[in-house]
């Protein structure tokens, strides 16, 4: 989990308007939310302030899909409180309001996700925008109108609070599914999928403005288009239909890295690996998985016939032999048997999955894995992860061995005199590894070739080729 602050520094015109602060607490999904409300604030006038104190309001933006995220969003909602006294709540907590209006009385408003205008409402309310005639009001982000107010970047493409090398594009909001340990469907609602056609000019946009990487981001990737019944739109002399492929498809010509995320292990998944053997997707799945045993997946109620999983990764592997396949699970799930756990186990050891993230069960308010019995005691869950993570940390260390000697492509994000730290195909932005390269003259957003030459379990090192 993150938090995000926005920065923004002041000169005397900027404080003859009103300020915001924001705290942006959760997934990379909500990151998004955040900047489409910074987008809609900064196209009115409003500027950021880089603390509580200055800020005429506070934003929250709240994690609420385990109970400890709820306890640091608790905890940010009362720092920002203390330091100021003027917050508005919003985010998935915000679905459930009573936990927060009981804690948190004073609190000038609370919203749920995704509820953009309501959270620019109640900041109209506390700190009125500044009156110019001659603005409009920016309907979304990347749609803006040539404003004096919004920096040619942000005219382009709206506020983004990743560096600009690299951003999160998300295709559709909700979940079809009912896994039993997840009540993102109870907070977001059911899966509403963009048209694409808005999906393809937001990333134009993005790629036009200097993005070298799209992160393709949503609670189901692979199930886009269907609550829509794949609807077509016309584009460029042709049609094209919200439809996963369809999708991969007009990305990997839009001239830049792009990383799918969230997909799930459907049949029809198995279309785009043709596209990452060419080099027109980045070879790279993140697969949510979350466990192997038949009898804790029919406990958690996962889609996609996870039982054939394993010849699915088989097959995946064949048609891109690079692929970089990330996952996560959870150990400890209500009803796991130490015999489930060794499956698990014994899966792991014959997936040989590239990069993977492990979670102790937590129960969530409201979920309905917490009626499963019985509960696996904390001692147990604690003992399997390090157990899990150690197998992990041996197969990725085994494949970065590999690697040494090969040059690759890596993506700089930041760098110094002698070198820099950047991302190869296989790692994705905070969650992945890295790799330390050395060469001069590297800038944020360069993508240049390295020689690897040395790796430990999660990252590489390399030299730059000339």
Known sequence: MTATTVKKKKNTKEQESPTVGIVSLGCPKALVDTERILTQLRSEGYQLSPNYEDANVVIVNTCGFLDSAKEESLEAIGEAMAANGKVIVTGCMGAEPEQIMKKYPKVLAVTGPQQYEAVVSEVHKVAPAPHDPFVDLVPAPGEARKTSRLSEVEQSVGVKLTPRHYAYLKISEGCNNRCTFCIIPKLRGDLVSRPIIQVLAEAERLVKAGTKEILVISQDTSAYGID??????????????????????????????????????????????????????????????????????????????????????????????????????????PGETEEDFQFLLDWMQEAQLDRVGCFKYEQVTGAESNKIQPHVPEEVKEERWHRFMALQQGISAAKLQKKIGREMLVLIDSAGKQGGLGRSSADAPEIDGHVKVTGKNLKPGDIVKVKITAADEYDLEGKVVA
């Not at 739109?233 to 007009?250: G, H, Q, W």
């Not at 466990?291 to 889609?303: G, T, W």
């Not at 032999?321 to 990330?326: H, K, S």
Request: net charge positive; aromatic share 14%.
């Open 228 to 333: 829509s019944k794949y609807q077509a739109f016309p584009y460029k002399n042709r049609t094209v239909r919200t439809k996963f492929i369809e999708l991969c498809k007009e990305l990997s010509e839009i001239g830049a890295w792009t990383r799918l995320h969230y997909v799930y292990p459907y049949p029809h998944v198995d279309e785009v690996f043709p596209l990452m053997q060419e080099g027109k997707l980045l070879p790279y799945i993140d697969s949510p998985f979350q466990h192997a045993s038949p009898a804790v997946l029919k406990n958690m109620r996962r889609p996609a016939h996870q039982e054939k999983t394993l010849d699915r990764i088989h097959g995946w592997r064949k048609a891109a032999p690079d692929l970089t396949i990330r996952s996560t699970f959870v150990v400890g799930f």
